[in-house]
Nanobody
Framework: QLQAFGGGLVQAGGSLRLSCAAS????????AGWFRQAPGKERDIVAA????????YYADSVKGRFTISRDNAKNTVYLQMNSLKPEDTAVYYC???????????????????WGQGTQVTVSS
């Protein structure tokens, strides 16, 4: 599984940096994604990054505010979240694409290695 951490409580306009790491397993040849799920809502993709880090994808709701990156040497993926809004409140999960070196996966069923997630709460 991938373990996400770095969440917390922050005021609107603030920033958080989430990290996602795999213990004992490498996912450097897979696209990695960050998803979020608010209470009563579906789990949706927030951002994804290709195995090389060259290609990225962002949901429209976070474009210009969030940045996904990865350090394959550390087997870690990051999500820098700036200008946070109350509607960003959710549990954030990271996962890896089921298929090696594939681009374009956006649905949760296309991913695996889900961990417990980390709670992000943005107060107004």
């Amino acid at each position: 599984q991938l373990q996400a951490f770095g969440g917390g409580l922050v005021q609107a306009g603030g920033s958080l940096r989430l990290s996602c790491a795999a213990s004992g397993r490498t996912f450097s040849t897979y696209t990695a994604g960050w998803f979020r799920q608010a209470p009563g809502k579906e789990r949706d993709i927030v951002a994804a990054i290709s195995w090389s880090g060259i290609s990225t994808y962002y949901a429209d709701s976070v474009k210009g505010r969030f940045t996904i990156s990865r350090d394959n040497a550390k087997n870690t993926v990051y999500l820098q979240m700036n200008s946070l809004k109350p509607e960003d409140t959710a549990v954030y999960y990271c996962a890896k694409d089921r298929s090696r070196q594939r681009l374009g996966a956006r649905k949760p069923y296309e991913y695996e290695w889900w961990g417990q997630g980390t709670q992000v709460t943005v107060s107004s």
